[in-house]
């Protein structure tokens, strides 16, 4: 008689929108890695391809917006999504369409990590971009995950001043209609680095972490999808938050560096040995 089968329960169903990077460093290979190694059943739309490897992008093609919310709204007919993660989403047209989504599902939370430059400085994101995020997007967003260049950035893109107070920011983004802006500290002149998170009263918390030596590809990729997963997995905002950041750190610290440029996050730190000590 043959074995019974029994369906196992199904984990939480993480949507990610993102372009592809071939090194599987950041994009939508970054955020399939950490929601499979944090527990979730990850969900990908593509919305751009890029040409590139561990020190820079070269090329970008754009996914047609339409392509795009083609891939989300099938998927979305099908299944039942705990999380939408958003990393680098190709054009205003495209933003506008998830931006679309996204309103036919105000439960879901909402996930933006606002990808403007690549680790070397590359642009990936124009003026009418940031526009479009600010005007569509960071309204319906849950959490927004910029490190201190983008906040500046997208709280007054048209200024370049480097001290602007990091809190204003926050507030800035928050009247936008964000309910959480986490600004991560890496690039700012201190001795650890400082994360702060916001929402509309103001401060919620800082949580501070040693400097790692060397420079990492999908970091930021990596926050913003292990948040998501354990808002996934039905954790409050500041206690996702704080897991998350764990999760970062112990995949910055177990990083490795296969080519010429950065190091990329190993997601799956916690699987390190386990194929030798169960062959010994």
């Not at 093609?61 to 099908?78: N, S």
């Not at 105000?106 to 994101?125: C, K, T, Y």
Request: charged share 20%.
């Amino acid at each position: 008689m043959p074995p019974i089968f029994t369906p196992q329960p199904t984990p939480p169903l993480v949507l990610s929108f993102a372009a592809s990077d071939p090194t599987g460093g950041a994009g939508i290979q970054a955020d399939l890695l950490t929601l499979a190694s944090m527990g979730c059943h990850p969900l990908s739309v593509i919305t751009a391809i890029t040409v590139q490897d561990t020190a820079g992008v070269e090329e970008i093609l754009v996914i047609d917006a339409e392509w795009v919310g083609d891939q989300a709204r099938m998927l979305l007919e099908d299944v039942p999504v705990a999380a939408f993660k958003l990393g680098m989403l190709g054009s205003p047209e495209s933003i506008a369409v998830i931006a679309e989504i996204l309103a036919d599902y105000p439960d879901i939370p909402v996930i933006l990590d606002p990808v403007l430059a690549s680790g070397r400085g590359d642009e990936l994101a124009t003026e009418d971009m940031i526009s479009a995020m600010r005007d569509l997007l960071i309204p319906q967003t849950s959490i927004l995950t910029p490190n201190s260049h983008e906040a500046r950035r997208l709280a007054l893109f048209e200024s370049d001043e480097d001290d602007m107070d990091l809190a204003a920011c926050a507030r800035h983004l928050t009247d936008l209609g964000c309910e959480y802006v986490l600004i991560t500290g890496t690039h700012e002149n201190t001795p650890r680095v400082l994360n702060s998170l916001y929402d509309a009263n103001g401060h919620v918390q800082t949580d501070a972490w040693d400097r790692l030596p060397g420079s990492y590809h999908g970091s930021g990729c990596t926050l913003a999808s292990s948040i998501a997963a354990a808002l996934a997995y039905g954790q409050d905002m500041p206690a996702a938050v704080r897991e998350a950041q764990n999760f970062t750190y112990e995949t910055l610290k177990a990083a490795f560096r296969p080519g010429m440029g950065q190091y990329i996050p190993e997601r799956f730190f916690w699987a390190q040995g386990t194929q030798t000590e169960g062959n010994a």
